[in-house]
């Protein structure tokens, strides 16, 4: 997810135990994923992994960096036991008091308080760790159709979680907790209609043989 700002990034290496959520879920099947990834990743390889994965952050009230972006990557780190991660500083807002925090965040999309049933919620129902991240589902199929090509990387804030909504109305959750292939498989024919040509990175219906 592509974050618009004006400053220049700045690094900085900070505790994963210290990074607020900025959302309430992540698809834990994912996180899975990316935690076998690490784990198979040479010892020699990851703090270069780790430098071209930089975490967008936002300094808040408190001095506490609140996450904008790779909540599957910082949470998948921590249960590896990582204790810290680079991050890169979006905007230094903890000169604000927290209501207008939390207003200036979610006015610039960089909240998402949206629940594993698709329902928004107060921000103070987000989580204060990455461990407090919660399943959705829907979330790891939205994760699972992108990989599959059913829908193009965009820039857009959160797109992975409009697809999950998408499909979430269309995908019967029996389906998906029984039987994940059959659910993407499902999911890739819904990619391909019209029905989703108003998502980010949508790549149109597919074409047979030219």
Avoid: C
């Avoid at 198979?40 to 936002?58: F, K, N």
């Avoid at 249960?79 to 207003?103: C, D, I, Y």
């Avoid at 990989?147 to 992975?160: C, D, F, H, L």
């Amino acid at each position: 997810m592509a974050m618009a700002h004006r400053l220049n990034p700045v690094l900085h290496p900070v505790a994963i135990a210290a990074l607020r959520p900025t959302q309430l879920t992540v698809g834990l099947r994912e996180v899975e994923r990316k935690r076998a990834e690490w784990r198979t990743r040479p010892a020699h390889e990851r703090g270069e992994y780790l430098g071209r994965h930089m975490i967008p952050a936002v300094l808040g009230p408190g001095e506490v960096y609140w996450l904008v972006d790779h909540h599957h990557l910082a949470r998948a780190l921590h249960e590896e036991g990582e204790e810290q991660v680079l991050v890169t500083v979006l905007a230094r807002l903890h000169h604000l008091p927290k209501k207008r925090f939390m207003a200036f965040m979610d006015a610039h999309n960089w909240l998402h308080p949206y629940d594993e049933a698709g329902k928004r919620r107060e921000w103070k129902a987000l989580p204060r760790h990455v461990s407090g991240l919660v399943d959705d589902p829907y979330r790891s199929l939205a994760g699972a159709l992108r990989m599959a090509g059913g829908y193009a990387k965009s820039p857009a804030p959160y797109s992975e979680f409009l697809w999950a909504d998408f499909l979430r109305d269309r995908i019967k959750p029996k389906l998906l907790d029984e039987h994940f292939e059959r659910a993407l498989a499902r999911a890739l024919e819904l990619a391909r209609s019209h029905a989703a040509h108003h998502l980010p990175g949508w790549a149109g219906p597919e074409t047979g043989p030219g």
